[in-house]
């Protein structure tokens, strides 16, 4: 099933007037990007909460939620939802443990974090190596995806577009005004797309509520009793229990906590407060997509049956239901939340080439020089993500092939990460042990079922989640173990090696606040903790 929809004058120009003002917004940053590398890549350090806050939300929720996460929803129930209640969880921890420590650092990139905490002789190694890998997915799977999720919304909305066109423009498109104004051109673009996505998403939902008279029995009872569950049963085929508890915290500690798109934002903020202040908002915005995105696919299994795929519910919704000039604005919406994506993983990537493996500010490159060859890696960047898109629409879904690749590729990250964070006699030499283990052990585990799946036949291992928790709990074992073996390498033991930078570490004292009562994010994260509680014992 394919809905017809006939797009009008109105769409169209309020979908015109929304690139015309991002592309506004970028020509308008792009006046002070050019100044620095920093400017570029960090604007400046110079992001207040709500810039943070906003981006971070907008950034995350194209391809991962509103076409992703409503596919997902519409097919199997709301229990995908989990990935976003997750997240506000995850935020709140980064906002006490992970973002003091890597403000104090005054670092550009996550990879540049370890280099400095495993030292010279193996955190080169280290920053390469989870550099390369963060780039490969913010490129394949980030970015890709998001070009793919947008022309997957203009097909359904206005079928005829040509599938490669349509990802070399949109591509291009984000491009054009990521290299202009960098970080700063990203985030003010984030914060518009971010106010229109959710302005959007309500009318969907509002609409699809009126179709049962508002009626919360007459919705549920229109679909399958568990469509509307969060806590799936061991063996559920689509998101376990076991999963949930094992494997959500470890992909959505990389996502938030260690990618650098996501990150990039963070380390942009002007002070601590501002950095935790964003964090707790987006965190708070990660409760909505239940409510506003999943709920309403959940409930369109039974107003749109048939779909030939999932991931074409929320554009369909939008056919269906939105009259002219409205289904416009929520167009306009859904490409605010693809481009945001984009932009995102380009300026990331292009910050990654630059500051990982150039190292032009080591090299004594000029300002002008470091800003014209980031603006060069994401020209490269954008050739990729444009035909990358080929290979995922052969993929059983969208969401899928995000979250198997993730659930592969970062459990020994996240493990490295935490560890060297939090132990201070975690050593370099463990760090890379732990990775190439834990990547070879993924690999083998890919393979493995991929072969089972092209013979038809039962692969016989846990759901990719649980299979992921696993594999972070056996890197940190991995690596605990060969820190131990080799001694210690803090200038304390047999085995003397480069002192331990403390301001590297966290400590306890990290964790407090100037502010009182409600301003004290300690109570603002407890709050967001009891919200995502009751969220899941209201559909349990």
């Known amino acids: ?23 506004l917004i970028g020509a308008w940053a792009s006046r002070g990007a050019g100044a620095s590398g920093e400017d570029l890549f960090l604007a ?106 947008g022309v997957l919304v203009l097909q359904v909305l206005v079928p005829g577009v040509p599938f490669l066109p349509a990802c070399i423009a949109l591509a291009v498109f984000a491009g054009l005004y990521t290299a202009a104004g960098g970080l700063r051109a990203v985030v003010y673009t984030d914060v518009l797309q971010a106010l229109v996505l959710l302005v959007g998403a309500a009318i969907i939902g509002h609409q699809v509520f009126a179709q049962f008279d508002f009626s919360w029995a007459a919705a549920s009872a229109s679909v399958p009793a568990d469509h509307l569950s969060l806590v799936r049963p061991l063996d559920d085929p689509d998101l376990p229990w076991l999963g949930v ?30 950095a935790r202040g964003g964090a707790l908002l987006a965190a708070a915005l990660k409760l909505l997509p239940l409510f506003l995105m ?21 554009p369909a919704l939008i056919a269906r239901f939105l009259p002219a000039g ?97 132990w201070r006699r975690m050593d370099g030499r463990a760090a890379l042990v732990a990775l190439l283990v834990g990547h070879a052990g993924g690999a083998a585990v890919l393979v493995w079922r991929v072969l089972a799946l092209r013979q038809g036949v039962d692969d016989g291992l846990p759901h990719f989640t649980i299979v992921a928790g696993l594999t972070a709990l056996l890197c940190a074992a991995i ?33 407090a606040t100037p502010a009182r009562g409600w301003r004290d994010y300690r109570w603002q994260s407890i709050g967001l903790v009891i919200a995502v509680a009751a969220s899941v014992w209201a559909f349990r």
């Open 294 to 314: 999943a709920i309403p696919a959940a409930f369109a299994f039974s107003l749109l049956p048939g779909l030939a795929q999932g991931d074409q519910v929320f």
């Open 245 to 274: 508890v094992l494997g959500l915290p470890v992909l959505g500690f990389y996502y938030w906590g260690a990618n650098q798109y996501i990150m990039q934002r963070v380390l942009g903020a002007r002070s601590l407060p501002h």
């Open 326 to 422: 409205v289904a416009g604005l929520v167009v306009a919406g859904l490409i605010a939340a693809i481009m945001s994506t984009i932009d995102s993983t380009l300026n990331a990537s292009s910050t990654l080439v630059m500051v990982d493996f150039v190292r032009a500010e080591e090299r004594g490159w000029s300002p002008r020089r470091i800003v014209r060859a980031g603006r060069l890696a994401t020209a490269a960047f954008v050739v990729i993500a444009a035909l990358w898109p080929l290979v995922i629409r052969d993929f059983p879904g969208l969401f899928n092939y995000i979250q198997q690749v993730f659930s592969y590729a970062v459990p020994p990250v996240v493990a490295v990460l935490l560890l060297g964070m939090l």
């Open 44 to 149: 400046g350090r110079s992001l207040g909460c709500v810039a943070v806050g906003l981006s971070l939300f907008a950034s995350n929720i194209s391809s991962t939620t509103l076409i992703g996460v409503a596919g997902a929803a519409y097919s199997s129930g709301i229990s995908v939802a989990h990935y976003e209640l997750m997240a506000a969880l995850v935020l709140v921890f980064m906002a006490v443990v992970t973002i003091p420590v890597f403000l104090r650092a005054r670092v550009t990139t996550i990879p540049q974090y370890l280099e400095r905490r495993f030292g010279p002789r193996h955190g080169p190694a280290v920053c390469r190596y989870i550099s390369a890998l963060t780039i490969f997915l913010s490129i394949f799977v980030d970015t890709a995806g998001s070009v793919y999720a």
């Open 479 to 511: 690596a605990w173990l060969a820190t131990v073996a080799g001694g210690r390498h803090d200038g304390e033991g047999d085995r003397p090696g480069p002192a331990i930078r403390e301001d590297l570490l966290w400590h306890r004292a990290d964790a």
């Open 1 to 23: 099933m394919s809905p017809a929809f006939a797009f009008g004058l109105w769409d169209w120009a309020v979908v015109i007037a929304y690139l015309v003002v991002v592309l």
